[in-house]
C-alpha cells in the first residue's frame, strides 16, 4: 500500500528556516520521482520542486533561491528545506509522488509568525 | 507558465445531480491533465488521470474528459460522499500548475 507521510514543525518565525520530512512507504524512492507542492491562502497550489528518481534536483523559479530538496534512500524520506521564511510562506506542504502526482500526503501545516 | 483556469469555484448541487466541473489551459496540453478530489485534513486523491482515464478504485460515477485547452469532470450522480474540492493539474510541461478549485456542497 502507497502511502506518504509529512511531518513539520507547525510554527516557524520569520527569516528561519523550514525543514519538512515526507516519510514514504510501498513504493521505492529510486523508482519514481518525489515532488513537493504548497497550499497557501494566497496563491492557492503551486508546485514547489521535485528530485528525481536518480536523485537531481528542480526547483521552481519562485522558489529556487531559497529551497532545497534532497532524500535519505535507507530511511524513505524525502526532505524539503526552505530558508528566509516570510508570513506569506504559511500553508500547507504536501509530498507527491510521480512526474503526473498520483498518490500525496495529508500535508504538514506550516504558520509562519512570530 | 501554462495557467489553469478552473470554473466554477463554487458549487451547490442535489444528490442524484449531474455535475461538471472545467478547467481550460492557457495553451495546449494535450491529455496531460488530472483531476483530484481534496476532503478536509485528508489527502487529495487522484480521481482521473491523462484527462479521461480513471484511477483504480475510484467509482464509476466520475469521468473526465477533453484534449487541448479545455476539460471536463463529470459526476454523473452525486452522492453525499462526494462533498470536497475539487482540482486539476496539468502535467504537460514544468512548471506543474494547478486550477484554482471548485468546492461542492450539498443543496
Known amino acids: 500500500q502507497v502511502q506518504l507521510k509529512e511531518t513539520g514543525p507547525g510554527l516557524v518565525q520569520p527569516t528561519q528556516t523550514l525543514s519538512i520530512t515526507c516519510t514514504v512507504s510501498?513504493?521505492?524512492?529510486?523508482?519514481?520521482?518525489m515532488q513537493w507542492v504548497r497550499q497557501t491562502p494566497g496563491k492557492g497550489l503551486e508546485w514547489m520542486g521535485f528530485?528525481?528518481?536518480?536523485?537531481?534536483?528542480e526547483y521552481n523559479s519562485e522558489f529556487k533561491s531559497r529551497l532545497s530538496i534532497s532524500r535519505d534512500t535507507s530511511k524513505n524520506q524525502v526532505f524539503l528545506k526552505m530558508n528566509s521564511l516570510k508570513t506569506e510562506d504559511t500553508g500547507v506542504y504536501y509530498c507527491?509522488?510521480?512526474?503526473?502526482?498520483?498518490?500525496w500526503g495529508q500535508g504538514a501545516s506550516v504558520t509562519v509568525s512570530s | 507558465d501554462i495557467q489553469m483556469t478552473q470554473s466554477p469555484s463554487f458549487l451547490s448541487a442535489s444528490v442524484g445531480d449531474r455535475v461538471t466541473i472545467n478547467c481550460k489551459a492557457s495553451?495546449?496540453?494535450?491529455?496531460?491533465l488530472n483531476w483530484y478530489q481534496q476532503k478536509l485534513g485528508e489527502a487529495p486523491k487522484l480521481l482521473i488521470y491523462?484527462?479521461?482515464s480513471l484511477q483504480t478504485g475510484i467509482p464509476s460515477r466520475f469521468s473526465g474528459s477533453g484534449s487541448g485547452t479545455d476539460f471536463t469532470l463529470t459526476i454523473s450522480s452525486l452522492q453525499p460522499e462526494d462533498v470536497a474540492t475539487y482540482f486539476c493539474?496539468?502535467?504537460?510541461?514544468?512548471?506543474?500548475?494547478f486550477g484554482g478549485g471548485t468546492k461542492l456542497e450539498l443543496k
Open positions: 491523462n484527462a479521461n
Open positions: 507527491a509522488r510521480a512526474q503526473g502526482m498520483d498518490a
Open positions: 495553451q495546449n496540453i494535450n491529455r496531460y
Open positions: 528530485i528525481r528518481s536518480g536523485g537531481s534536483t
Open positions: 493539474l496539468q502535467h504537460n510541461s514544468w512548471p506543474r500548475t
Open positions: 510501498g513504493f521505492s524512492l529510486t523508482s519514481y520521482y
